[in-house]
T-cell receptor
Framework: SQQGEEDPQALSIQEGENATMNCSYKTSINNLQWYRQNSGRGLVHLILIRSNEREKHSGRLRVTLDTSKKSSSLLITASRAADTASYFC?????????????FGTGTRLQVTL | KAGVTQTPRYLIKTRGQQVTLSCSPISGHRSVSWYQQTPGQGLQFLFEYFSETQRNKGNFPGRFSGRQFSNSRSEMNVSTLELGDSALYLCASNDPPNTEAFFGQGTRLTVV
């Protein structure tokens, strides 16, 4: 089952604008990761944020994590047409020595010229 | 370093047949996980293998099985295929305890 929801489900912006996507989850987590997926292909790992971190940056990406609200956001600044894709958050809880990822429902981002 | 490799990329099978998908993890990664992606259910965890042992299993019927070899390569098998098994099957590898997971391009399975 899905860990939670992402919103918006779809987002359309113009090139150069910023895009913000939100992710909510239901249970305590160890880490939260964001992925990008182009047209039903594989998932590309974007960034991992640990439960004891509040903010992380990678290039044009900024991720925040609020464990009290069980939510995270992904900000893409100065978007480009190449950023057009679906974006997913994924959480993991380590139980014993095993771990698995539970994915959100995803946000479809369309960046137009 | 080469990424996660999945073969084949595309498959078309008939109901009732069985299928085997293959995944080669990133060199040095000892854990391999499998996920199913469908438009209706999204991305769902199938199972995880570590050191040739299944450590975690999702909520899928017994028709879905897998194994891992000593070189960490993994295979996933689906028997008695149903139309609903049509999906993108994704494999991910990571190096525990690091849970940063990297995915392959997936195998698109179509059951007709």
């Amino acid at each position: 089952s899905q860990q939670g929801e992402e919103d918006p489900q779809a987002l359309s912006i113009q090139e150069g604008e910023n895009a913000t996507m939100n992710c909510s989850y239901k249970t305590s987590i160890n880490n939260l990761q964001w992925y990008r997926q182009n047209s039903g292909r594989g998932l590309v790992h974007l960034i991992l944020i640990r439960s004891n971190e509040r903010e992380k940056h990678s290039g044009r990406l900024r991720v925040t994590l609020d464990t009290s609200k069980k939510s995270s956001s992904l900000l893409i600044t100065a978007s480009r047409a190449a950023d057009t894709a679906s974006y997913f958050c994924a959480t993991d809880r380590i139980t014993g020595t095993a771990s698995k990822l539970t994915f959100g429902t995803g946000t479809r981002l369309q960046v137009t010229l | 370093k080469a990424g996660v490799t999945q073969t084949p990329r595309y498959l078309i099978k008939t109901r009732g047949q069985q299928v085997t998908l293959s995944c080669s993890p990133i060199s040095g990664h000892r854990s391999v996980s499998w996920y199913q992606q469908t438009p209706g259910q999204g991305l769902q965890f199938l199972f995880e293998y570590f050191s040739e042992t299944q450590r975690n299993k999702g909520n899928f019927p017994g028709r879905f099985s897998g194994r891992q070899f000593s070189n960490s390569r993994s295979e996933m098998n689906v028997s008695t295929l149903e139309l609903g098994d049509s999906a993108l099957y994704l494999c991910a590898s990571n190096d525990p305890p690091n849970t940063e997971a990297f995915f392959g391009q997936g195998t698109r399975l179509t059951v007709v």
